[in-house]
C-alpha cells in the first residue's frame, strides 16, 4: 500500500512498510524513512508508484484552470475529493486526485484552505482584489526592473533624482525604487553610496558626508526663518579701548580684552563678552531657534551657524563698534599680579581692533615680549596680560597637581584648515603660543569667576565638571556636565561654567542669562533669573546640549578626515612621515590624519616612522598604507625618552574652548571599545569604527 500524505506544508508519497496503531512507517522515493500519522494520510493507494503519482500529479496540477475550478467549487466548504467528482466528471484517479489538491495548495487567493484537505472558495470581490494586486505587482516588477537596467547603465531614472538623499540615508525598504537600488547594487556588487555617486545623484563624497548629516540633524534645512533684531536697552559705555584675537576667518566674535592702569598704581583687565542675552529672551523666537541647534557646526570652509547672520552681526564684537557686552573686571596688584577685586557689569564696550593670530602669531612670540621687540597693535596691553596670564597658568597647574594630575602637555600641535573652490589648505601651529595661552587663560578665569558668581547667589548654571566621580579612574575623570559648582580637576579650577561663546553655544546663552540676573537682582538673583533651582528645563537642555554637540563634533571630525584625504591627492602625496601613537595607530606628520596599520610591530610611543600611502577612499574615509621604514626611535626632552603623548580629550576641548580657537584631539580605538591611553590623564574614546578617527570639536573657525 502506498501513501500520499502532508509533512510540514509539503506533499509527500512513499511505500507502507509497517503500521502500528495510528501511524505509518513510510519509505519515500528518495530512500528516506519518515513515520507518518494517519490523520495526515490524504490518499491510499496501490497504483501507480508513489514517484510516477507525483510526477502525474505535478502535469496534472499545470493543466487545471484555476478559474473554472473556482466556478465550479461554488462557495460552500468541500473536500479535495468532491471537488473532484465534480471537475472530472467520475471518482478522480488517484493521480488526478493529488494533481486537483496540489492546485489547490497552490492558488491561496482562488482558495482559502479550512483543513487538511478542505478549502473554501474566495469570495469574488476578495478575489477581484487580490488578482488586481498582483497584476500590480508585476508592473512594480516590470517598472523596478527597467529601473536596474538604467542604474547598471549609469543613468540614475528621473523619479530617483529627488530622492537621492533618502534612498540612501532614509529609505522606504518597501518602494520599487530602494528594491531597484538595491538589486542594482547586488548585480554590480557595489554600495548604494558609490553606485548614487556614480550615476549622479549625489555630486561628490564631500556633498555625501554634508547631505547625511544635514538630513539628520536638520531635515527641514539649515536656513533661518526671517527675524526681527531685537532692541536692547540703554548700555552705560565703557571707557575702554577693547581688542580681540581671532583666527582670520572668525566672523563670530564673542570675546574681547582691555587694559587699564589706574590712578593708584594697579590694574584693570577687562574680559568682554559678546551679550545676545541681552536682547534675546527665554522662550521667544530667537531662543527656539538657538535651543533647537544647540551650538554651531564647524567644518573645513564652512559652517552653520546657531544664530541667523543679522543677529550675529549686531552682537559680535566687530572693530568700530561700539557693542553691548558683559565685561568682567579684574582688579590687579601688578607687583604680584594677584586678583584685588572682581566687578561684572553690561555695558557698551568700544572694540578698537580685531587681532588676528594669522599675522601676529610670528611676531607676539615669547622671545619678543621677554625682549619688548616686535611692533604691532596694543603691544603694551598683550605685554601685561601675559605677565599675568602666567601668574594663573602657575595657579592653576599648581591645583591640578594638587588634584594629584600631571602637568599639562605643552608639546601639541594643532592643525588650520582653510578650503577655497574646494583646494585645502592645512596649516601647522604649536600650541601655546603666547596669544592662544593669553585667550586660554582668561578665558578660564571667566568662566569660572561667572561660575562663582553663580553659585554664591544660589542660581543655577551649566557647569563642565571633571573628577570626584564614581567607578574606576576613567570614570572618575570623565568631563560631565552639571547644573551646580564643581571642579574641574583637569583644568585646576574649583568650578567652571561655560560662558564666553554666547553666540555659539546655547550652554553659554543660558549661562549669560543667569549671570545678568546676578549683576541685576543681587541677593533676588535665584527668585529673577530665567531658570530657577531645579528647573527641569535646565536639565533638558544639558541632555540636549550634549547630544547634538557630540553629533556636530562627529561630523567635523568626518569632514576633517575629508579633507585630509583630499589633500594627500591635491599634493601627490605616496610617502609620509608618522608617528606612532598606540599599537597599530599612528598620526601623520604633516596632517591630522590617523590611521591603522594592521600587522604593525610593537613599536613605541612615538617613533617615528615612514609609509607608503596605497590608496585611500574618500567615501569610506579609509586609507591603506604600508610601513617603509623605522626613522628614528621617540625623541629625547630634558634628557628623558619622549613618548607623544595625548591630552584628555574633554581637557583639550575646554583648553580650546578658551583658547576660541580649532583642535585636534586624538582618539584612539581599539575593536570598537574605549580604552585607556598609557598616562594616567588621557582618556581613550572609542571611534565609531574599527579604525581610529581624530576628533576636532572648536568653537570657532
Not at 533661518?224 to 571707557?239: Q, Y
Not at 553691548?324 to 579684574?330: E, N
Amino acid at each position: 500500500m502506498n501513501l500520499f500524505f502532508e509533512e510540514s506544508g509539503d506533499f509527500k508519497a512513499g511505500v507502507v512498510l509497517s503500521q502500528q496503531g495510528e501511524a505509518y512507517q513510510v519509505e519515500l522515493p528518495t530512500g528516506k524513512r519518515s513515520k507518518v500519522k494517519a490523520k495526515d494520510v490524504l490518499l491510499q493507494f496501490t497504483s501507480p508508484t508513489p514517484q510516477e503519482l507525483l510526477d502525474e500529479a505535478k502535469q496534472i496540477a499545470q493543466g487545471i484552470e484555476l478559474d473554472f475550478l473556482w466556478e465550479v467549487a461554488g462557495q460552500e466548504e468541500f473536500g479535495f475529493a468532491e471537488l473532484g467528482a465534480e471537475y472530472f466528471g467520475h471518482a478522480p484517479l488517484p493521480a488526478e486526485a493529488a494533481g486537483l489538491l496540489l492546485s489547490l495548495h497552490t492558488a491561496p487567493i482562488y482558495f482559502y484552505k479550512k483543513g487538511k484537505g478542505r478549502y473554501k472558495a474566495a469570495p469574488e470581490a476578495s478575489l477581484k482584489a487580490a488578482q488586481a494586486g498582483i497584476e500590480k505587482k508585476k508592473l512594480q516588477a516590470q517598472v523596478q526592473a527597467g529601473y536596474v537596467e538604467q542604474l547598471k547603465a549609469g543613468e540614475l531614472p528621473d523619479v530617483m533624482k529627488p530622492l537621492a538623499l533618502q534612498l540612501l540615508f532614509k529609505p522606504d525598504k518597501n518602494s520599487i525604487e530602494y528594491k531597484a537600488l538595491e538589486a542594482a547594487c547586488n548585480e554590480l556588487q557595489t554600495s548604494p553610496q558609490r553606485l548614487m555617486l556614480s550615476v549622479g545623484g549625489i555630486a561628490s563624497p564631500k556633498q555625501l558626508h554634508l547631505s547625511k548629516f544635514l538630513l539628520e540633524f536638520f531635515p527641514k534645512g539649515a536656513g533661518f526663518p526671517k527675524i526681527e533684531i531685537p532692541s536692547v536697552a540703554t548700555l552705560p559705555l565703557a571707557p575702554v579701548q577693547a581688542f580681540s584675537i581671532d583666527d582670520v576667518t572668525t566672523t563670530e566674535i564673542d570675546d574681547a580684552l582691555s587694559v587699564q592702569t589706574l590712578a593708584d598704581g594697579t590694574v584693570r583687565v577687562g574680559i568682554h563678552i559678546a551679550a545676545p542675552g541681552l536682547g534675546i529672551k527665554r522662550g521667544d523666537a530667537l531662543d527656539t531657534i538657538a535651543r533647537a541647534r544647540m551650538s554651531t557646526v564647524y567644518m573645513p570652509g564652512d559652517k552653520i551657524t546657531m544664530l541667523p547672520d543679522e543677529l550675529v552681526d549686531a552682537f559680535t564684537l566687530a572693530e568700530g563698534k561700539n557693542c553691548p557686552a558683559l565685561s568682567l573686571y579684574a582688579i590687579l596688584n601688578p607687583e604680584d599680579w594677584s586678583v584685588i577685586s572682581t566687578e561684572t557689569k553690561a555695558e557698551l564696550v568700544p572694540i578698537s581692533a580685531n587681532l588676528r593670530h594669522n599675522t601676529l602669531d610670528e611676531l607676539v612670540t615669547e622671545e619678543n615680549l621677554a625682549n619688548d621687540a616686535g611692533d604691532y597693535p596694543h603691544k603694551a596691553d598683550i605685554a601685561l596680560l601675559w605677565k599675568w596670564i602666567q601668574v594663573l597658568e602657575q595657579g592653576r597647574m599648581a591645583k591640578r597637581e594638587g588634584f594629584g594630575l600631571r602637568p599639562e602637555q605643552n608639546n601639541r600641535v594643532d592643525f588650520n584648515f582653510y578650503v577655497e573652490e574646494d583646494v585645502v589648505t592645512i596649516a601647522r601651529r604649536k600650541r601655546g603660543a603666547p596669544l592662544d595661552k593669553i585667550v586660554a587663560e582668561l578665558m578660564i578665569f571667566a568662566n569660572s569667576t561667572w561660575g562663582k558668581l553663580m553659585s554664591d547667589h544660589g542660581v543655577p548654571g551649566i557647569y563642565r565638571a571633571q573628577g570626584g566621580g564614581s567607578g574606576g579612574w576613567a570614570a572618575k575623570m570623565q568631563v560631565r556636565m552639571v547644573t551646580h559648582a564643581a571642579p574641574h580637576q583637569g583644568l585646576g579650577v574649583d568650578q567652571y561654567a561655560w560662558s564666553t561663546s554666547p553666540l555659539r553655544r546655547y550652554t553659554d546663552l543660558v549661562n549669560q542669562w543667569q549671570i545678568l540676573a546676578c549683576v541685576e537682582g543681587g541677593v533676588a538673583a535665584p527668585l529673577v533669573a530665567p531658570f530657577k533651582p531645579r528647573d527641569a528645563d535646565l536639565f533638558a537642555i544639558v541632555s540636549g546640549f550634549d547630544a547634538a554637540y557630540s553629533g556636530y563634533g562627529d561630523f567635523q571630525s568626518n569632514m576633517e578626515r575629508y579633507w585630509c584625504l583630499r589633500w594627500l591627492g591635491q599634493e601627490q602625496v605616496r610617502q609620509v612621515e608618522a608617528a606612532v601613537l598606540k599599537d597599530e595607530i599612528l598620526r601623520l606628520a604633516e596632517i591630522p590624519l590617523i590611521i591603522k596599520l594592521p600587522g604593525l610591530q610593537q613599536l613605541a610611543r612615538g617613533t617615528q616612522v615612514k609609509l607608503d600611502i596605497i590608496r585611500w577612499d574618500e567615501i569610506d574615509l579609509t586609507v591603506e598604507a604600508r610601513l617603509l621604514e623605522v626613522s628614528a626611535p621617540p625623541p629625547v626632552v630634558d634628557g628623558q625618552q619622549f613618548e607623544e603623548q595625548e591630552d584628555d580629550a574633554d581637557i583639550a576641548e575646554e583648553l580650546d574652548a578658551a583658547m576660541d580657537m580649532p583642535h585636534e584631539t586624538v582618539e584612539i580605538a581599539a575593536d570598537g571599545e574605549a580604552v585607556l591611553a598609557a598616562t594616567d590623564e588621557t582618556v581613550g574614546v572609542a571611534a565609531d569604527d574599527e579604525s581610529t578617527t581624530q576628533e576636532s570639536k572648536p568653537v570657532a573657525e
